[in-house]
């Protein structure tokens, strides 16, 4: 198994930055491509940006490219999520996650590990 703990969410104002880490243990030799995905109040989980196991390839949706960053540091089994640009409806809470699979993985249910979440929330 492995084990997935986000931190780095909180209150910010709408233009100002976050950065989410989250930290792996466990069978991490196991993890391939890792993942951030949000939900906000009354919707679905949804896909924010992915990274593939080496950090040479990244994807993002559509509605943070520009503004998000995701990295890793696999000495350390950390995963990151650099926020910048932050708007209201980028309120929610983040999750992080992991899969056995390679490559970037946008698909929510390829992705085998999860961790709690954090919250973000942006005002106005």
């Known amino acids: 198994q492995v084990q997935l703990v986000e931190s780095g969410g909180g209150l910010v104002q709408a233009g100002g930055s976050l950065r989410l880490s989250c930290e792996a243990s466990?069978?991490?030799?196991?993890?391939?491509?890792m993942g951030w995905f949000r939900q906000a109040p009354g919707k679905e989980r949804e896909f924010v940006a992915a990274?593939?196991?080496?950090?040479?390839?990244?994807t993002y949706a559509d509605s943070v490219k520009g503004r998000f960053a995701i990295s890793r540091e696999r000495a350390k089994n950390t995963l990151y999520l650099q926020m910048n640009s932050l708007k209201p409806e980028d309120t929610a809470v983040y999750y992080c996650a992991a899969s056995r699979s390679g490559g970037v993985i946008t698909t929510l249910a390829l992705y085998d590990y999860w961790g709690q979440g954090t919250q973000v929330t942006v005002s106005s």
């Open positions: 466990g069978r991490t030799f196991s993890m391939n491509g």
């Open positions: 990274i593939n196991w080496s950090g040479g390839s990244t």
